[in-house]
């Protein structure tokens, strides 16, 4: 019998992949060099914004003999949440939907304990993030990938209907998406959630639906959000400040049951969340980030910054005969290799600029770029883009 139990082996396993890449690989040894153009993981690669620490700061003085106590989904970032989101997505939720998490991470976790029972099954689309596999693995679910249509990377609902079978009891959606950067229009959430329901039906139980929605805020040109939970009501959303505030380090987030789903299924899962966080080794935010949540919401960082980015680095990379699927929202760029995807990817290491290979996300022929590197490795990185081809 292995020391490690067999579901924490296989979800290990799942993430070999990103774990090499982002400790052993080229990239891994050369991670901290301030010298590199890292276009890898959505991490920060310039000093955080001024509100985030004035916030943190502030969360951090005690006003009360209860400030460090014990934190669950406190009351008043619930109300708070409840209102701000209400107005945000234009639905009715209220206090009790809304349970605080650290990060979509464990939003997510949350949500998978929730509703999946051990040999459940959950759909989900590829190429996407990269964590779905092995935390279903994790939660002794079974992960059943299914591909986006290619080049556009749409939803292909006929490939989700085929994948739901008597097991399935979950789909995850994930829109501003991770890392297409599509933002899936409201046409297509209605196709899918007149698909859930017939699917639904034709299984005998109902299959939930979760909204990945960390990057919902991270919008380029105006565009306009469809929550799934406007249009599906068995929906769970999946929320972050990690991204919007690109800082995820300090772990603050929610889980959010739609308010469209019928009474006695929204009460039954308002009334497992506390013990599903609990349980699950109290994944809620920690009380500073608790205090600072009211002072966070009007907080972004630089939109038009992450576009301008976008903008020159899409018309270089297009030249040396990339192609580029211009995002909609999320702060990554993706796009298909001009060449052989391996030596296209060891030229640019060479020049000291590194990208996220698609092969991560099973997707080989395509590269994934970070928009959050800073203006300077933009500009160190172009002349290398402009030559790898
Ligand atoms: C699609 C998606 N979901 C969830 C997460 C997790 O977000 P957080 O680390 O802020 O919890 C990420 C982070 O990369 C993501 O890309």
């Not at 992949?17 to 990239?27: G, T």
């Not at 934190?71 to 619930?78: C, D, G, V």
């Not at 933002?183 to 196709?191: F, Q, T, V």
């Amino acid at each position: 019998m292995p020391v490690v139990s067999r579901r924490t082996l296989a979800a290990s396993r799942a993430f070999d992949a990103v774990k090499h890449f982002a400790f052993q690989s080229r990239y891994g040894e050369r991670r901290a060099d301030p010298g590199i153009a890292d276009f890898t993981f959505g991490n920060p690669h310039e000093m955080p914004l001024q509100g985030l620490v004035t916030a943190i700061r502030d969360g951090a003085v005690p006003q009360n003999k209860d400030w460090f106590a014990y934190k669950t989904s406190e009351e008043a970032p619930q109300a708070f949440l409840a209102a701000a989101l209400g107005r945000e997505l234009d639905l009715p939720f209220e206090p009790a939907d809304i349970a605080l998490t650290a990060g979509a991470f464990a939003a997510i976790s949350v949500a998978f304990r929730l509703v999946l029972d051990a040999g459940d099954e959950a759909v989900y689309s590829e190429p996407g993030w990269f964590c779905y596999e092995p935390m279903l693995l994790a939660a002794d679910a079974v992960p059943r990938a299914v591909r986006l249509r290619a080049p556009t990377f749409d939803l292909d609902l006929d490939a989700i209907d085929a994948a739901i079978g008597p097991r399935t009891r979950l789909v995850i959606v994930n829109t501003p998406h991770n890392p297409t950067g599509r933002i899936y229009p409201r046409k297509a959430l209605l196709a899918l959630a007149d698909l859930l329901e017939r699917a639904s039906q034709r299984i005998g139980h109902r299959i939930f639906l979760l909204s990945d929605e960390p990057y919902r805020r991270l919008r380029f040109d105006g565009r306009a959000f469809t929550s799934p939970a406007a249009v599906y009501p068995w929906t769970l959303i999946a929320y972050s400040y990690g991204k919007v505030l690109l800082a995820p380090g300090q772990r603050l987030g929610y889980l959010a049951l739609s308010p469209r789903m019928p009474d006695a299924d929204r009460q039954a899962l308002r009334d497992a969340l506390f013990a599903t966080q609990m349980a699950l080794g109290w994944c809620f935010p920690n009380a500073v980030m608790q205090n600072a949540l009211p002072h966070l919401e009007g907080l972004s960082i630089d939109l038009p910054a992450l576009a301008a980015r976008r903008d020159a680095l899409v018309p270089v990379l297009a030249r040396a005969g990339h192609h580029v699927l211009p995002p909609e929202g999320t702060f990554y760029l993706w796009a298909r290799w001009a060449g052989d995807p391996e030596r296209q990817w060891h030229a640019l290491a060479d020049r000291g600029v590194f990208v996220m290979p698609g092969s991560i996300m099973n997707t080989p022929d395509h590269f994934r770029i970070s928009l959050t590197a800073s203006d300077a490795m933009v500009e160190r990185a172009l002349p290398a883009f402009a030559h790898a081809a």
